[in-house]
């Protein structure tokens, strides 16, 4: 049974930075492409970013993209998202996600437990 651990997140004014990190146990960590999605109140959940198992590419969504960074560290089975120039539309709940084979923008295989990003302006 795969498990994603959420921690990091919390409160930040607009402009300043947040990270995550999510560990996994359960399977071999660099088993699984990995990513972020977030959910914002009365929102559907929307892909943020994402990591290839095993070449490592990485991709982001637009809004996001040069603002945060996301990275693994294999040996410490644990993923992270550095998250800077934070604006209140990145407030949301934020999930680790992780997929079997192919990384898709609309669903994953397994989730986070999900952890709270909020920015005041």
């Known amino acids: 049974q795969v498990q994603l651990v959420q921690s990091g997140g919390g409160l930040v004014q607009a402009g300043g930075s947040l990270s995550l990190s999510c560990e996994v146990s359960?399977?071999?960590?660099?088993?699984?492409?990995m990513g972020w999605f977030r959910q914002a109140p009365g929102r559907v959940r929307e892909f943020v970013c994402a990591?290839?198992?095993?070449?490592?590419?990485?991709s982001y969504a637009f809004s996001v993209e040069g603002r945060f960074t996301i990275s693994k560290d294999n040996p410490m089975n644990t993923l992270y998202l550095q998250m800077n120039n934070l604006k209140p539309e990145d407030t949301a709940v934020y999930y680790c996600?992780?997929?079997?084979?192919?990384?898709?923008?609309?669903?994953?295989?397994?989730w986070g437990q999900g952890t709270q990003v909020a920015v005041s302006s």
């Open positions: 990591i290839e198992r095993v070449d490592g590419t990485t």
């Open positions: 996600a992780a997929w079997d084979t192919t990384i898709k923008v609309m669903s994953a295989d397994y």
């Open positions: 359960g399977r071999s960590f660099d088993g699984y492409a």
